[in-house]
């Protein structure tokens, strides 16, 4: 593709994104619109903005690029995705939504009435995010590299410019709009050229992209244990990481009731379903026509070459402009709704309560639009100076830190009333340092092979398990420090909207 | 309120039984019966089938079934209390 097409594909996107923007800045003037949107958004425009916000470059890049360097196990990384939805849907959506909580702090704090538990969470809220930010900025560089040929750090600069202008001009009612926009157009762009693809395939006579051999075609053929455990691994980490990834649970802030967040979620479902059709497609279709990718490891990238290799001249241009805006809407769609969760973690707990003389101390929006660009600088400064993962592993590994943390204090405290505030720290401490010190080891050192490799990038199957068990032993060795208001707590989190009970009087900040 | 906790988490287990037991039974099917991944149907290797298509609509349609029966379960709760 010429690099003009790439361009124009990539600034096209960007200006798009701006404009709904600034359009959304209009009607967005106070604090709560800036993070949830006041809660007045219809369910089709939340759902296709939740889609939007959760298809990333994992879902976008990386898995097409995983299906065709590894094939069938990768499948896995769309079920889980989608799964994880379901998950979300049956344990946390409409008790979270009533909870009328914000954030994931906000929601422990609520149920904990702990400020502890608040800002540790609030403090996991934002490793997620930046674990999760790095491979949109990596997977930036790499898309605008293929495209027109620039340095990798141009991308992840672009994008993180994008994402700061929109956050800090609009917050999240400009934002809602945007991630509505981005799914269809991500759904779009993967969708039209798989279809002109597949039919150049049966032109070609439908050749079988089975000739590279059974490893790639049948799932677990290598017969190593190890691969066994990190399927089953990556099946935790993706089933309960959904629900503890801090730019999701904020969407659903934006439904009006306990009852609409789950109608919402139910649209999610749909929308994931279809959109994770396709991903298989490019990297079965890549094990054809584009098999030397795998070896100079560039497969992440064989989503924006497939159209060039297959179709010649116009055709190819176009549809590779597609894909590269598509790619391009993921990136900013995720960057942006992460950074909009790490910004409320960063600045309602962090900037609003330094220690400044009453006169210079920083009000919500300030200090929001400061801890935005806080938000993107570390990623961004980290997206640039380390190596480069798979994109999908080291999302695989954001996930694995969200189930490990967020997914049982999640669980527990919306279905188990005597978790206390002692066993919730002590689980989310024991979960966040083991999973995340998997994560160290890992970007340090990425290649290790054996079971000690296994057990490092794929952790959750064991991290997972011992968060809940430290947060049930914690709070059973505590009880009495189980929260003086958790029977009003747990009626605010089950009981429907339409009846009149006495919910409490907490508020979010 | 109790028994409305307890019906719906009882919902939501076993629509995670459901719909998880057998996704997650599935690996070691292919481990312990190897001859299972090698069916073809339709011209689709059984695991592709399975992992890149049916899963899809089956996570819908039991989201969907989940969500009535939750709202369901909630509107006789509404009903008992305001009976009483």
């Known amino acids: ?509 | 309120m109790r028994s409305l906790l307890r019906t719906q988490l009882r919902l939501a287990l076993s629509v995670l039984l459901l719909v998880v037991g057998p996704l997650a039974a599935l690996p070691l099917v292919f481990t312990l019966a190897p001859g299972v991944r090698a069916v073809s149907v339709m011209g689709l290797p059984l695991p592709w089938l399975l992992l890149a298509v049916v899963v899809h609509p089956v996570l819908v349609l039991a989201g969907w079934t989940y969500a009535r029966r939750a709202e369901q379960t909630e509107q006789q709760f509404v009903d008992l209390i305001e009976r009483s």
């Open chain 1, 1 to 509: 593709m010429s690099p003009a097409v790439g361009w124009v594909a990539v600034a096209l996107v960007s200006v798009v994104t701006l404009a709904i923007g600034a359009f959304g800045l209009r009607i967005s003037r106070t604090t709560s619109d800036f993070y949830v949107a006041s809660r007045s958004v219809g369910p089709l425009w939340n759902a296709s903005a939740i889609g939007g916000e959760y298809l990333s470059a994992a879902s976008f890049l990386g898995v097409a690029g995983l299906v065709l360097a590894f094939g069938a196990d990768m499948l896995w990384f769309p079920v889980g995705f989608a799964t994880g939805y379901l998950v979300l849907l049956v344990l946390v959506a409409a008790p979270l939504r009533r909870s009328g909580a914000y954030t994931i702090p906000d929601f422990a704090e609520a149920r904990l009435e702990s400020p502890v538990v608040r800002r540790l969470a609030s403090g996991l809220v934002v490793v997620v995010g930046w674990l999760y930010l790095l491979p949109q900025l990596q997977g930036a560089g790499l898309t605008l590299g293929t495209v027109t040929g620039a340095p990798a750090w141009v991308g992840a600069v672009l994008v993180a410019a994008v994402v700061v202008l929109n956050v800090v001009s609009g917050g999240m009612r400009s934002i809602t709009f945007v991630q509505a926009f981005q799914y269809w157009l991500k759904l779009t762009a993967l969708l039209v050229p798989a279809v002109v693809l597949v039919l150049v395939w049966r032109r070609d006579g439908s050749p079988s992209p089975a000739t590279a051999g059974p490893g790639w075609l049948l799932p677990l053929a290598g017969g190593d244990p190890t691969d066994l455990y990190q399927t089953y691994s990556l099946m935790v980490a993706t089933f309960l990481g959904t629900m503890g990834l801090p730019h999701v649970l904020v969407r659903f802030y934006t439904n009006p009731d306990g009852r609409a967040a789950r109608r919402t979620t139910v649209i999610v479902l749909g929308l994931l379903a279809v959109f994770y059709l396709l991903p298989p497609v490019y990297g079965s279709l890549g094990r054809l026509y584009a098999p030397d990718l795998v070896a100079r490891g560039r497969a992440d990238a064989i989503v924006l070459e497939l159209p060039g290799r297959m179709l010649d001249g116009l055709g190819g241009d176009l549809l590779g402009a597609l894909v590269t805006a598509g790619a391009f809407a993921a990136f900013l769609s995720t960057s942006s709704g992460l950074t909009v969760s790490v910004a409320g973690a960063l600045s309602q707990d962090v900037l609003t309560r330094l220690p400044l003389p009453r006169e210079r101390r920083l009000g919500g929006v300030a200090a929001f639009r400061i801890a935005a660009v806080l938000a993107l600088m570390v990623p961004l400064a980290i997206a640039l100076s380390t190596q480069r993962l798979a994109v999908a592993s080291s999302v695989g590994l954001a996930f694995a830190v969200a189930a490990s943390t967020f997914c049982p204090l999640l669980v527990l405290g919306i279905w188990w009333r005597p978790l206390t505030d002692v066993g919730a720290v002590a689980g989310l401490l024991a979960g966040g340092l083991a999973s995340g010190g998997a994560v160290v080891l890992v970007i340090a050192e990425p290649d290790r092979a054996g079971w000690l490799g296994a057990l490092l990038a794929q952790p959750a199957a064991w991290t997972v398990p011992t968060a809940f068990a430290v947060m049930l032993a914690g709070s059973w060795l505590t009880p009495g420090r189980v929260a003086p208001g958790v029977d009003r707590t747990m009626v605010r989190l089950h009981a429907p909207e339409a009846l009149d009970l006495d919910r409490g009087s907490w508020q979010p900040r």
